[in-house]
């Protein structure tokens, strides 16, 4: 079965808490980015660039039974790292699951503190774009 975003949440926060200066944690972000499947060519379209983003990062959502399965990718390797982290959290999840998250592992990390503003906000931007998805998938049913 799969874990709860709650859950997940707190396996991060342990996986981070492993760390004990800044560049240790983006050494590890940027870890995580390098695992990220990258999309494939013909899925990294203007429609699916997510707004706010310094960065390039595509995201595409779907659904299969009665959950939000996510692909995404980025031209910044720490941003393919922040997706990568997102993507663990909600893909497989339910619509209302993930529009109704509440993503306490950011702070318990110290994540908004590691961020230049503009990837904060880039950050932000990817959240609300999956939350908006998933919204919208489930008006559709």
């Known amino acids: 079965m799969k874990k ?44 699916a660039l997510v707004k706010g983003c310094q960065s390039q990062v595509w995201l595409h959502a779907d659904q299969q039974d009665d959950v939000v399965k996510f692909e995404a990718d980025s031209d ?28 306490d592992f950011i702070k318990e990390i110290g994540l908004q503190d590691m961020l230049s503003p503009t990837r904060a906000n880039g950050l932000a931007s990817m959240i609300k774009q999956m939350k908006l998805y998933a919204i919208a998938l489930q008006a559709k049913q």
């Open 4 to 47: 709860s975003i709650p859950d997940i949440q707190q396996e991060l926060v342990d996986e981070f808490g492993m760390f004990t200066d800044r560049m240790q944690k983006y050494e590890y972000i940027i870890e995580m980015g390098k695992d990220l499947e990258p999309l494939p060519d013909d899925k990294k379209v203007d429609s």
């Open 76 to 103: 910044a390797f720490i941003v393919r790292g922040l997706v990568s982290m997102l993507l663990r959290l909600f893909d497989g999840q339910s619509k209302k699951e993930v529009a109704n998250a509440n993503l």
